[in-house]
């Protein structure tokens, strides 16, 4: 099973960019779809994106055009690029893996999960 480290949360202004990573270990990198979630207070958590092997990946409506996902799959590490942040992306940001199979929008198709990054985004 493979082992997922975020990294790269913070405090930022509105309009300020933050970049979080996200270490895998204990499996083949190449074998898993990654994505990212975030869950903010007194809401369900919600997709944010999603990465094939392959590099493939699909959005959120709300962080297209802000956010880039990408894969590192020689230093196993998966990263959030977030520009031009709100005060509505604040929450806890999870990473999580999907073993064998495509990029997802669906939590429960991901097995492996990371312990969360806070962004807060300041107005």
């Known amino acids: 099973q493979v082992q997922l480290v975020e990294s790269g949360g913070g405090l930022v202004q509105a309009g300020g960019s933050l970049r979080l990573s996200c270490a895998a270990s204990g499996g083949t990198f190449s074998n898993y779809a990654m994505g990212w979630f975030r869950q903010a207070p007194g809401k369900e958590r919600e997709f944010v994106a999603t990465?094939?092997?392959?590099?493939?990946?699909a959005y959120r409506d709300s962080v297209k055009g802000r956010f880039t996902i990408s894969r590192d799959n020689p230093k196993t590490t998966v990263y959030l690029q977030m520009n031009s942040l709100k005060p509505e992306d604040t929450g806890v940001y999870y990473c999580?893996?999907?073993?064998?199979?495509?990029?997802?929008?669906?939590?429960?198709?991901?097995?492996?999960w990371g312990q969360g990054t806070q962004v807060t985004v300041s107005s």
């Open positions: 990465i094939t092997w392959r590099g493939n990946t």
């Open positions: 999580a893996a999907r073993f064998l199979g495509d990029g997802s929008t669906w939590a429960r198709n991901y097995g492996a």
